[in-house]
């Protein structure tokens, strides 16, 4: 088993559509969660940590849930520089262990 | 907004030559890592170093790769003889922790191995 899965995607959604990201991981000891994006070639960079409270930051929302051991993100209003491929993050003593990615297309 | 530098942005290499990739993390971060991208697959683990010595390493990180903070500010990948699967995308990170803060990625040196 993968230690970190996500929807395998892609992911065609036109604008203003609603999209919701999936990841499950399977260290029940992981100290902290984070989605990532990624755009081609390019670093990945941190979209919003995950808490068990759940977070919103504008039209982006993240949730943790530490018993089924799965985090999900969504967004909504989705816009053309939404495409990316988006990477679930898992932290665990220092070592960041990411997703395959899920990539999103938004288009017009 | 403080940021991580990574230092060449492309390399290309004879296989079988020693090559260094350089990082300069943010400031007052004090965990520094490395991590790959193969083309097309996922970003992997390297290694994470604190307090000048290794805290983890993954198994793609053997006898062939080495990291050192020579001085206040560079942290280097070193890959001692290159083979031609290390062509990759080799990031830096930083964090001010280990493990509860996220960490910011450099945007790479891309090696090519031929």
């Known amino acids: 088993r993968k230690e970190v899965e996500q929807d395998p995607g892609p992911f065609n959604v036109p604008e203003g559509a609603t999209v919701a990201f999936n990841c499950t991981y399977s260290n029940s000891a992981s100290q902290s969660f984070f989605w990532y994006r990624q755009d081609c070639r390019k670093e990945p960079k941190l979209l919003m940590s995950?808490?068990?409270s759940g977070n919103e930051d504008g039209r982006f929302t993240a949730q943790l849930n530490r018993a089924s051991q799965y985090i999900s993100l969504l967004i909504r209003d989705s816009k053309l520089s939404d495409s990316a491929t988006y990477l679930c993050v898992v932290n665990n003593a220092g070592k960041s262990t990411f997703g395959d990615g899920t990539t999103l297309t938004v288009k017009p | 907004e403080p940021e991580v530098t990574q230092t060449p942005s492309h390399q290309v290499t004879q296989m079988g030559q020693e090559v260094i990739l350089r990082c300069v993390p943010i400031s007052n971060h004090l965990y520094f890592y490395w991590y790959r991208q193969i083309l097309g697959q996922k970003v992997e683990f390297l290694v994470s170093f604190y307090n000048n010595e290794i805290s983890e390493k993954s198994e793609i990180f053997d006898d062939q790769f080495s990291v050192e903070r020579p001085d206040g500010s560079n942290f280097t990948l070193k890959i001692r003889s290159t083979k031609l699967e290390d062509s990759a995308m080799y990031f830096c990170?930083?964090?001010?922790?280990?493990?509860?803060?996220?960490?910011?990625f450099g945007d790479g040196t891309r090696l090519s191995i031929l």
């Open positions: 995950v808490y068990s």
């Open positions: 990170a930083s964090s001010g922790d280990r493990g509860y803060q996220p960490q910011h």
